[in-house]
């Protein structure tokens, strides 16, 4: 991997990318999923550092193997991803176009995503992959996951010529094995392995050979998707049997079998519920009708089996992108969270262990509702009353969590009921968005869901429900979308003005907001939320962080000023230097083009007002300075103010690593304004050296000669020379050369 890093840190740079990147493959195509491919190959480095990728990005999908989920190549591959899931969601040349340069780059990673991108979307771009397909794809470990879901997902779309093409690459497979004792047992074990996507969808053909390697070589391993897999804990996850093996039983073998397996306790590594339950997920993604007619069955068996169903369902629904029995699901559903015997388990069942209990089943239930309730892909509206009745009764039996957390979003979308409780807002958003589709009134859904919130809010105001809390600042936006009166009425329940702990869990879920709304803005400020969160000790960082950017924004959209009684203005004149420097940075990252904007005005009427308080006062904050520096990108006119206030900055612009910054942007400036240039120049050189990036120096130094500041580029380098540096030696050589060259008698044709 390269070592480039970029302005944003990885955190930072999925904020930005995730909700964003498919809107910009949708809109940009090919120009945005070039751009994000192209950044993510600087992340990667060369094609041969790739060659190892399956090692830190197990699956081109979001998936629990991930290990390396929050670094920044991985935040840019779900962008790239995405991007190119917007751009080829219908099938024109320009899809195909993208995915073919997908497919047929030299980095496997971009590769695997094209091949992720061909199974999401086969019927718009599927031909891409037959036209691309290349032998090492089949054979090859860094393909594997991408190329064995492709196989499940798309084979019973497979034309008469593309399914031989298929079955040609699978019987003409010859690996490089090593061993030559066992060539033929592994070609045929790795047949056998690409045959298995392809078992249970619709051809006798594949069928049939597919179980005569099963006959002579064995099931598949656990997770046949993936050639290793990591497991938690010490107990393995192992099944006691595969998933086409379930799916070859009758109704009655299948209840018989389930009901008769009992783990064994003296074997450490032996098959277990867990391990059995993950087999009943992969045989609901592999059948062709996701186990439509065997639903039902589920609803007596042990809670590990309902768990590896609703998981296999969900995964079927939400990953696969293929369609599940609603009517039978939500049935088992109802009759899961019905029966007496639900309530009696949560009330016993601490939510610990390894094996799945039935709070495992909650948090399947509200993944696999969550799932249904997308904007692209979502269930019929008339199932939504069936939805609201299931997890009402699920809200209603799980206890509410009283504790504060330091992590209380965290904490909220991972636990049980924190997951049914997003999943039952979701739900009452897709309502809502079909009623607004349909030009209806807001009334019949919130006589719906009003009287869950109500309730909810009710606990959580007394303290004694964190999930909602945190639930609550991190939707509030969605809450006025459903009902205005009753967000704004209830705001200051929702940020606690009566709870310390609930109004913590609300400001760390408002860090997730990422809209600026004026109502929203006015709320927080009229009940000092935002202020508190500016000040406030013991929270996440990213709360504060969030709060000054709102901040900021509410500056640049006219809804806060600098002058007057505002938060703004009052971290100005008591040059708050954390918070202003927080302010610089997320200015910096608004910059677009190169113009003049109002935006960019704004930003340097606030920089300039900064600077004189710094003057006035007279006060020593380089960190502030350093953060002001990096606001040079905003500088187009280098009038006597903007100068001031960068010859004051640019002495401490190292200090928090923005010297790159400023000299980057002084070399953009030194042609127009080259005396400015230098006096800026020298100032930063009184704080430090220079020296990165080094092309910036060389350029600033040589455009200020050819803007006729000769003496002082040649005076500059000799600074350099003097402080014992050798980075401007040449550039001192070249300038005194085309000097002698201009001064030659021939140069005047004498």
């Not at 197990?58 to 991007?83: N, P, T």
């Not at 393995?236 to 379930?246: F, I, M």
């Not at 087999?279 to 009708?289: C, G, K, L, M, N």
Request: charged letters at 25%; hydrophobic letters at 40%; proline letters at 4%.
């Amino acid at each position: 991997m390269s070592d480039r890093t970029g302005l944003l840190d990885s955190y930072h740079l999925s904020e930005v990318l995730k909700p964003s990147a498919r809107k910009l493959g949708e809109r940009c195509g090919a120009a945005a999923v070039d751009m994000l491919a192209r950044r993510l190959t600087e992340y990667i480095g060369s094609a041969e550092d790739d060659k190892y990728s399956y090692i830190w990005r197990s699956a081109i999908e979001d998936h629990e193997q991930d290990a390396h989920k929050e670094e920044a190549r991985a935040v840019l591959v779900d962008a790239v991803r995405d991007a190119a899931l917007g751009a080829t969601s219908t099938g024109s040349p320009a899809a195909l176009s993208i995915v073919k340069s997908l497919l047929q780059s030299p980095y496997p990673t971009l590769t695997r995503v094209g091949i992720y991108v061909c199974g999401e979307h086969y019927g718009a771009v599927g031909a891409a992959f037959w036209e691309c397909a290349t032998e090492s794809w089949f054979l090859e470990v860094p393909y594997w996951h991408e190329l064995y879901w492709f196989i499940n997902k798309a084979f019973s779309r497979f034309s008469v010529a593309q399914r031989a093409q298929f079955l040609g690459f699978v019987e003409k497979l010859k690996g490089d094995w090593r061993d030559e004792a066992r060539r033929v047992e592994w070609d045929e074990t790795h047949r056998r392995d690409l045959l298995h996507p392809a078992f249970g969808l619709g051809d006798s053909e594949v069928d049939e050979k597919y179980q005569g390697l099963v006959e002579r070589w064995g099931p598949v391993r656990n997770h046949p998707d993936f050639h290793t897999y990591s497991t938690g804990g010490w107990v393995g996850d192992r099944s006691p049997v595969a998933s086409d093996a379930l799916l070859g039983m009758s109704d009655e073998e299948l209840v018989a079998f389930l009901k008769g397996f009992v783990p064994d306790s003296r074997s450490w590594d032996g098959p277990t519920y867990r391990g059995l339950a993950s087999s009943i997920s992969a045989a609901v993604r592999a059948s062709e009708d996701g186990l439509a007619g065997r639903i039902g069955l589920f609803a007596e068996l042990a809670r590990p089996y309902q768990h590896g169903l609703l998981r296999g369902l969900k995964e079927r629904w939400s990953d696969d992108k293929r369609d599940i029995n609603w009517p039978a699901t939500l049935s088992l559903v109802q009759a899961i969270v019905s029966a007496p015997a639900f309530r009696v388990d949560l009330a016993a069942d601490q939510a610990e262990g390894w094996e799945p209990s039935v709070h495992w089943v909650v948090s399947d239930i509200a993944d696999l509702l969550k799932g249904a309730t997308g904007i692209e892909r979502h269930l019929p509206s008339e199932f939504h009353k069936s939805c609201l009745q299931v997890l009402r009764v699920v809200l209603d039996a799980t206890p509410t969590d009283a504790r504060e957390s330091s992590d209380a979003v965290s904490h909220a979308i991972n636990s049980p009921r924190g997951r049914a409780l997003e999943s039952f807002i979701l739900l009452a958003l897709a309502m809502r968005r079909e009623e607004v589709a349909a030009t209806r009134s807001s009334g019949e859904t919130w006589l719906a869901v009003g009287p869950v919130f109500d309730a909810e809010l009710v606990s959580s105001e007394s303290g004694m429900n964190a999930d909602f809390a945190a639930m609550a600042g991190m939707y509030c936006a969605n809450f006025h979308y459903l009902s205005a009166e009753w967000t704004e009425t209830n705001f200051d329940r929702l940020f606690s003005s009566t709870s310390e702990a609930a109004w913590r869990c609300a400001v760390q879920g408002f860090a997730y907001q990422r809209h600026l709304y004026e109502w929203l803005f006015k709320r927080l400020i009229t009940g000092g939320h935002l202020r508190r969160m500016v000040y406030s000790e013991g929270l996440p960082d990213q709360v504060a962080e969030r709060a000054l950017q709102f901040l900021g924004l509410a500056y640049l959209e006219g809804m806060e000023s600098l002058d007057g009684s505002g938060l703004l203005s009052e971290l100005v004149s008591e040059l708050k230097a954390k918070e202003l420097s927080q302010l610089c940075w997320f200015f910096c990252t608004l910059r677009g083009k190169d113009e003049p904007s109002v935006r960019a005005s704004k930003i340097l009427v606030f920089w300039m007002k900064v600077a004189e308080r710094v003057r006035v006062n007279r006060a020593d904050v380089p960190e502030l300075q350093s953060a002001l520096s990096q606001l040079a990108v905003f500088v187009h006119d280098l009038t006597p103010e903007a100068v001031s206030a960068l010859v004051d900055a640019a002495p401490h612009a190292q200090v928090r690593h923005h010297g790159y910054m400023l000299v980057q942007n002084l070399a953009r400036l030194a042609t127009q304004y080259p005396k400015e240039v230098v006096t800026i120049f020298r100032a930063a050189m009184s704080g430090f050296l220079p020296d990165y990036r080094k092309e910036d120096v060389i350029g600033c130094i040589n455009r200020l000669a050819e803007a006729g500041e000769v003496e002082e580029a040649e005076a500059i380098c000799n600074a350099y020379a003097a402080r014992g540096s050798t980075l401007l030696k040449d550039t001192y050589a070249a300038l005194r050369a085309r000097q002698r060259s201009l001064n030659s008698p021939d140069s005047t044709g004498v």
